[in-house]
């Protein structure tokens, strides 16, 4: 499957160059080539069965649905700047 628009990284505080080196840095200009390094057309098939919650509301297509709901969190994970109103916790553990 072919998907040709740039990845979007939202509003984000970078400068131009900046944006433009991980744009280059994580292929967000060549999304087949971001997706096929995530796995994304194979994730997206066992995403696309709907939870209960999201049954009830449907999707016209739930594999396109998915396949952006699991870009948008690549690219959050790998570009941590692409969501800079984003709260990171790092927690120890108790014992």
């Not at 984003?86 to 108790?94: C, Q």
Request: charged share 45%; no cysteine; aromatic share 2%.
């Amino acid at each position: 499957m072919t998907h040709e628009e740039p990845l979007d990284l939202g509003t984000t505080e970078l400068s131009e160059a900046e944006e433009a080196r991980l744009r280059r840095e994580h292929d967000l200009d060549r999304p087949d080539v971001f997706d096929e390094r995530n796995g994304i057309d194979e994730r997206e098939r066992t995403r696309a069965t709907l939870l209960p919650e999201e049954a009830e509301t449907g999707s016209a297509d739930a594999e396109a649905q998915a396949r952006e709901v699991l870009r948008d969190s690549d690219v959050r994970t790998e570009v941590p700047e692409s969501a800079p109103d984003a709260v990171f916790e790092h927690r120890e553990s108790g014992t």
